[in-house]
């Protein structure tokens, strides 16, 4: 019933690592996004897919790679991990258009040792 | 590209009073402004938005102030309760896409 949701929940990796976080969503939505919130709870975009086609990255390294096999899913996967990497990674999903809520999951908490 | 300012960043009060959280966004073709409450180790949820051609809109203890004039736009919770106590985000965005949030209010209810 889960409307967006991402795994893992947690992510404990050491440096240097190449790790992926998958999200899903159920809502039928054109248009999902990748956030990243930092230790100061600072919420910022890092991309956005609509219908598989990737819309916007921000100034993020190239070691951030989305992929989006279809509508319905939103993967990140991160080459060489960095200490400063480490914060919780949200995905979300809205319908391109519209003045409408994005619907968050339940983040994904990436510790960098 | 839209740049959204939010104050305070922390902001505490007690058990009914009111609260007021305040943004400033500066892209003029913003036309949709939510609040989010983000619980400890929770995920952001919608509380409340408010879209360019409506001024004021409310939803029992919390209404949202639009200010197109002078891009600002605010959230009002009354009647505060512990379990307003959270992190609430503003954000600005064009057409419901790519939101730009504000840096963050921490809302701390006081019994």
């Known amino acids: 019933d889960t409307a967006v949701s991402q795994t893992p929940k947690y992510l404990v990796t050491q440096m240097g690592n190449d790790k992926s976080i998958k999200c899903e969503q159920n809502?039928?939505?054109?248009?999902m996004y990748w956030y990243k919130q930092d230790s100061k709870k600072f919420l910022k975009i890092m991309f956005s897919y609509n219908n598989k086609e990737l819309i916007i990255n921000e100034t993020v390294p190239n070691r951030f790679s989305p992929k989006s096999p279809d509508k319905a899913h939103l993967n990140l996967h991160i080459n060489s991990l960095e200490l400063g990497d480490s914060a919780v990674y949200f995905c979300?999903?809205?319908?391109?258009?519209?003045?409408?809520?994005?619907?968050f999951g339940q983040g994904t908490r990436l510790t960098v040792v | 590209g839209e740049n959204v300012e939010q104050h305070p960043s922390t902001l505490s009060v007690q058990e009914g009073d009111s609260a007021v959280i305040k943004c400033t966004y500066s892209d003029s073709a913003s036309n949709y402004f939510p609040w989010y409450k983000q619980e400890l180790g929770k995920r952001p949820q919608l509380i409340i938005d408010?879209?360019?051609?409506?001024g004021e809109k409310k939803d029992q203890r919390i209404a949202v102030t639009l200010n197109k004039t002078a891009k600002h736009f605010s959230l009002h919770i009354t009647e505060t309760q512990p379990e307003d106590s959270a992190v609430y985000f503003c954000a600005a965005g064009l057409g419901g896409n790519k939101l730009t949030f504000g840096t963050g209010t921490q809302l701390k209810v006081e019994l």
């Open positions: 809502l039928g939505h054109d248009t």
């Open positions: 408010i879209r360019s051609n409506v």
């Open positions: 979300a999903s809205s319908q391109w258009g519209r003045n409408t809520e994005a619907f």
